[in-house]
């Protein structure tokens, strides 16, 4: 029987990190083979503000939490691997390193498909452009992912995506975790990955892009960037229902192009690289365990 779809994590440099409701813990293999795990307490800020866990609001809200977790994560990572001391990010280079991300994502995969359509005015009507504009976007995304996958430690980053997809799969199906065999067995493709999350929000910009007509180019390009949290919002949206209706053939249709392009973005791992996605998932697992022994002590 599956197991509650609470776990879901991402690769780091030599390592994995896990997330659960409460906690994230990250396993890295060290320089000298030893494996490194860490755990800290999470703060999400849905908690706070309980209406940012309404739909569509709660996609755009964890995308830009993942996001400022994962690139604190792969740099903690890095330096663990490295054998070098912590240095802790400081708030203005998180920040900074978000900034360049996200900048570098929207220029990729907005602003050149949005601009290259739209000189295409004079041969088609808005509609064409907005198909071609789709077209182009999707086509700079394979081409982004196949080129940063030739770099060997590239590479390695994907054998741990593999891994911690894996361990997710063999943990949901209930199989015993202290068997590398029987983890080995699963897939690397997982219907809930943020690969997948970023196929849907590329596709669905075709669609809310096609209502918008064919604006002056500065207008199209604003407006494309102001709609992507709602974009983003109705993708995870999708990305949920979808991972709880896999046993439906039309649902299994719509997600399958996730999940062969996840075939690009995870290799297989070997046993040494699922041994730390086990470890960082335990991490997570034990820490709630604890904290739910202590609550039914509490009179």
């Not at 994590?9 to 890295?28: L, N």
């Not at 060290?30 to 209406?51: A, C, T």
């Not at 400022?68 to 203005?92: C, F, K, Q, Y």
């Not at 009507?125 to 198909?131: E, L, T, V």
Request: proline content about 4%; hydrophobic content about 50%.
């Amino acid at each position: 029987m599956l197991r509650s779809f609470q776990y879901g994590g991402q690769a780091v440099i030599e390592g994995v990190m896990m997330r659960g409701p409460t906690d994230v813990a990250v396993a890295v293999r060290g320089p000298n083979g030893d494996i490194i795990v860490e755990r800290e307490k999470l703060n999400p800020v849905q908690e706070r503000y309980p209406i940012l866990k309404k739909p569509v609001l709660r996609g755009f809200v964890a995308l830009i939490d993942s996001m400022v977790l994962g690139i604190r994560m792969l740099t903690h990572s890095a330096n663990l691997a490295m054998d070098e001391e912590e240095e802790e990010l400081s708030l203005g280079e998180l920040v900074l390193s978000i900034t360049l991300a996200v900048g570098l994502a929207v220029v990729l995969f907005i602003v050149v498909p949005t601009v290259a359509a739209h000189f295409m005015s004079g041969i088609m009507g808005s509609f064409g452009q907005n198909i071609v504009e789709g077209i182009l976007r999707i086509v700079m995304f394979l081409g982004y992912v196949v080129v940063i996958s030739v770099f060997k430690d590239i590479q390695r980053v994907f054998q741990y995506h593999g891994a911690e997809h894996k361990v997710i799969h063999a943990y949901e199906a209930g199989v015993d975790l202290d068997s590398t065999e029987g983890i080995q067995t699963f897939s690397t493709l997982h219907p809930r990955c943020g690969t997948a999350f970023l196929l849907i929000v590329i596709v669905l910009t075709i669609f809310f892009f096609a209502f918008l007509g064919s604006p002056p180019l500065f207008e199209r390009v604003v407006s494309r960037i102001i709609l992507l949290p709602l974009i983003a919002g109705v993708a995870y949206e999708f990305l949920k229902f979808s991972a709880k209706h896999q046993d439906n053939f039309f649902i299994r249709g719509l997600i399958a192009p996730g999940l062969w392009l996840q075939k690009l973005t995870t290799r297989e791992p070997d046993d040494g690289q699922i041994e730390v996605a086990v470890k960082a998932l335990r991490a997570v697992l034990e820490q709630e365990q604890n904290q739910e022994k202590e609550e039914q002590l509490v009179p």
